[in-house]
Each structure stands twice: as C-alpha cells, then as structure tokens.
C-alpha cells in the first residue's frame, strides 16, 4: 500500500526566508511524487513531480523539490517565500504503471509572514 | 490553456435526495479521476475511468456511482445523499498517450455539495 507523511501541519516562514514543506513517503517500488497548492475555496493547482532522473526537480512558482530514494523524501523547498506563497500544500504519490490514482499526504499550511 | 471544468460549482441538497455532478476533462485528456475532500481533510479516490471503462475504484460508496461518455466527460451520480457527504468534489484529468505529462493529473476548481 502507498501512503505519504507530511509530519507538519503548519509552518511559519517569513517573508524573504527560505522554506521547506516536508514529505516522506511509503511506496512498493519506484514512485511518482507530486505536490500540489491549494489556495481557499480552489483546486488543486499542480507545482511540480518527479518522475526519474535528477534528484532536485524545478517547479512553478519558483518552487523545487529534493527527491531522496535513501531517506523516502520529497520535500518542497522555496529559496525566498512570498506571502502569496500562503497555502495548503499536499504531497502525492503514486505507483507506476497504468493510470493509477494519487495518494494524498494530510496536507501542510504555509503562512509566509510579512 | 484550457482546463478541467466541473459543474456546478455549489450544490446544496436535502438528506435522502439526489445529486449529479459533472466534469470536462482538458481536450484531448483520455482518464478521469474523482476525488471527494471532506472539510480539513487531504483528497480521497473515489473512482477513475480510461477510455469510457472503470479504470480503479477506491473509497466510492454502493450509493454513488459514475460513468464517462464518449466525448470523455464524466458524470458522478449521488443517491440517498447523507450529511456525511458534504465535501468538496475534485474531478481530475490526464491523458496517458503523450509519454512527456502523461503522469500528471490537473484537477478542477471543484464542486462544494452542502447536505442539509
């Protein structure tokens, strides 16, 4: 079974800092990963995946991403945050092969503070 | 660029009623995939069709159920609706033909069902 852990459900950042929302994740075999941002009364906006290759993955936004096979990670990170970067932020996986459906992590809301 | 539209947006209903809510996928996308978000809650698989059949089935209750037509739009059809319905209703598209974004799903705004 797949499952994904974001170990905290807020996070505080100021504005300018850098941040980093944390994913672990539980997959048999080689996993696709995914975050996604969800602002207030939207949808899921897509940020970025990792699929295979290099580790560090860039998304929108500004955005990127460290894939780590040893320690099952997949944590997004931002070097200076905005405050328009508030949001709730969820981490997905899912198994290859097929068009298999995702696996949400509880989420994680981001308040950049200015 | 176009993308995944559901309808309606808002749903208020009464216990034990019906409900039918629809989803467009991004042209040319060939799967789609439901998901319901209850409040404070992260989105749960309910059920995904490739091609007009059943892809995978997940959490979906006996009283739900879906289907998706030839012009690839979908339809989640509600019955005997309960409180414990009151969710956000995610309809995602992919398409898995194109090797390059095959993998990712684009999600709608979603549908907000309020069960009084």
């Known amino acids: 079974a797949q499952s994904v852990a974001q170990p905290e459900d807020q996070v505080n950042v100021a504005e300018g800092n850098p941040l980093t929302v944390k994913c672990t994740y539980s997959v048999s075999g080689n996993p696709y990963l995914f975050w996604y941002v969800q602002y207030p009364n939207r949808g899921l906006q897509f940020l970025l995946k990792?699929?295979?290759?290099?580790?560090l993955v860039k998304g929108s936004y500004g955005f990127e991403a460290e894939f780590n096979k040893s320690q099952t990670s997949f944590h997004l990170k931002k070097p200076s945050a905005l405050v328009s970067d508030s949001a709730l932020y969820f981490c997905?996986?899912?198994?290859?092969?097929?068009?298999?459906?995702?696996?949400f992590g509880k989420g994680t809301r981001l308040s950049v503070i200015a | 660029a176009a993308g995944v539209i559901q309808s309606p947006r808002h749903l208020i209903k009464e216990k034990r009623e019906t409900a039918t809510l629809k989803c467009y996928p991004i042209?040319?996308?060939?799967?789609v995939y439901w998901y319901q978000q209850g409040p404070g809650q992260d989105p749960q698989f309910l059920i995904s069709f490739y091609e007009k059949m059943q892809s995978d089935k997940g959490s979906i209750p006996d009283r739900f159920s879906a289907q998706q037509f030839s012009d690839y739009h979908s339809e989640l059809n509600m019955s005997s609706l309960e409180l414990g319905d009151s969710a956000l209703y995610f309809c995602?598209?992919?398409?898995?033909?194109?090797?390059?974004?095959?993998?990712?799903?684009?999600f709608g705004p979603g549908t907000r069902l309020t069960v009084l």
């Open positions: 042209p040319r996308h060939d799967t």
């Open positions: 997905a996986v899912r198994s290859r092969g097929g068009n298999t459906p995702l696996v």
């Open positions: 995602a598209s992919s398409i898995s033909r194109t090797s390059g974004s095959r993998d990712t799903q684009y």
């Open positions: 990792y699929i295979t290759g290099d580790n």
